[in-house]
């Protein structure tokens, strides 16, 4: 090899260490820290990472101690106010260079606590600033849009400048049961999507399955809903939420403003008063992680649907819809509120 295509090389290889350094959900020189775990052991956590034999042909393990990462990178899967139980994580990349691929799983006293402080740090950094190497990196982060995993999950885009380079990254959080995974993959300009999202879909097939707990006093607050797909008395009715999800584009609106998603929750309910009335009046709300209120009214508005508004006798089941907007914020832990219009709302989570 000539000697400036090996300055070249190294060049790139320092670029590349650097990119990952930034990205990386976990410094990697403390996932081989023990830790007393709650309900997972670091050795029990190493079974549910990706292994090389489920990577690309070509692509190895990277054993580097890594570094800090910079912003609020350095503190992903811990940011204030939380505490780990127990983690593991693991580093791969293509022959020594990019694309790479960083995976970081931890557990918390409480998984739905620690996801959602993780989501709400992540949604709050737009901008990246720091050093690593000696070599000043400037950044951004934004929510993109994803495929959603687990019990819940939000995917970043990272964009960074290093050495007069672009390099991007792509991070999705993903909750499933008692877990909190982290994926990140990194690449000159831009990720493969379509292979980013394969890596997720094998990431997320190792973690245990799902579960749903049936809070204590359900119902009563959004911290405390009914579990998805139970029902709840409410105000003459037996209410089951069926789902709530994404509307992409209104027929009327459009698409959503920006930092805004449209979400259509649907009721299934059945008359148990036996005077008639319609389901209009349990006038559904939305809550999520800043604890805003959103209802069918609340600009910017959408109309996707129509409520159900016709009276209803004892015994009848029907079901109704409403379009409620949502800050991009709110969308992975909303809660659904159901008959405030006399009284306190019961709460239904969303998924």
Not at 57 to 75: A, N
Not at 127 to 134: A, F, H, I, N, P
Not at 168 to 179: H, M, P, T
Not at 271 to 292: C, F, K, Q, W, Y
Request: proline content about 6%; some cysteine.
């Amino acid at each position: 090899m000539s000697q400036c295509r090996q300055m070249m090389s190294g060049h790139r290889r320092r670029v590349v260490a650097i990119t990952f350094a930034a990205l990386l959900v976990v410094p990697i020189c403390l996932l081989g820290t023990v830790a007393t775990a709650v309900s997972a052991s670091p050795s029990k956590l190493s079974t549910v990472l990706l292994s090389i034999g489920e990577m690309p042909i070509g692509w190895v393990v990277d054993s580097s101690s890594g570094s800090g990462g910079i912003g609020c990178l350095s503190t992903l899967m811990e940011p204030k106010g939380v505490q780990q139980t127990a983690k593991a994580g693991a580093l791969f990349e293509n022959n020594g260079n990019v694309p790479g691929v960083d995976e970081a799983v931890a557990t918390y006293t409480n998984a739905a606590t620690g996801y959602n402080k993780i989501v709400a740090s992540l949604t709050a950094c737009k901008r990246l600033s720091g050093k690593l190497g000696g070599q000043k990196i400037t950044g951004t982060l934004a929510q993109m849009s994803f495929p959603g995993y687990g019990n819940a999950s939000e995917a970043f885009e990272a964009r960074f400048t290093v050495y007069g380079a672009t390099l991007g990254g792509d991070i999705v959080i993903v909750r499933k049961a008692s877990i909190v995974m982290a994926l990140a993959e990194a690449d000159f300009v831009s990720v493969n999507v379509s292979q980013f999202q394969g890596f997720v879909n094998e990431a997320v097939a190792k973690l245990p399955p799902t579960t749903t707990t049936a809070p204590s006093g359900n119902g009563s607050s959004p911290s405390r809903p009914v579990p998805f797909g139970k029902t709840a008395s409410v105000d003459g009715w037996t209410v089951k939420l069926v789902s709530v999800t994404p509307e992409s584009t209104d027929p009327r609106a459009g698409k959503p403003p920006k930092g805004y998603l449209f979400e259509i929750d649907t009721l299934q309910v059945t008359r148990t008063a036996a005077t008639p009335s319609s389901p209009i009046g349990l006038d559904p709300e939305l809550v999520g992680l800043t604890h805003a209120v959103r209802k069918a009214g609340t600009s910017p508005r959408c109309w996707g649907v129509n409520s159900y508004n016709y009276q209803v006798d004892k015994g009848r089941t029907v079901k109704t819809s409403d379009c409620i907007s949502v800050p991009v914020a709110d969308a992975s832990g909303l809660a659904v509120g159901v008959g405030g219009l006399v009284g306190n709302p019961t709460w239904f989570a969303a998924k």
